[in-house]
């Protein structure tokens, strides 16, 4: 709710969509690979493994 009143704004950017500056949280992108999808999407929440093994041909589950 504060953040709609423009307070607590920390951590925040303001970015220009052509109209209006628009508030945005710019995040440090993070390379995922099959050798360390486990402790990142996985660790962190995300995505629970047998979901991911669901898309996956037999031969290539990540155990």
Known sequence: MRLTK????????TVNNGKTDVLVI???PILVTRG???TTV???G???LKSINEGLPG????K
């Open 46 to 48: 995300f995505q629970a």
């Open 36 to 38: 360390d999808i486990k």
């Open 42 to 44: 996985v660790g962190d």
């Open 26 to 28: 710019l995040l440090k």
């Open 59 to 62: 031969n290539q589950k990540i």
């Open 6 to 13: 423009g307070e607590n704004r920390r951590g925040f950017h």
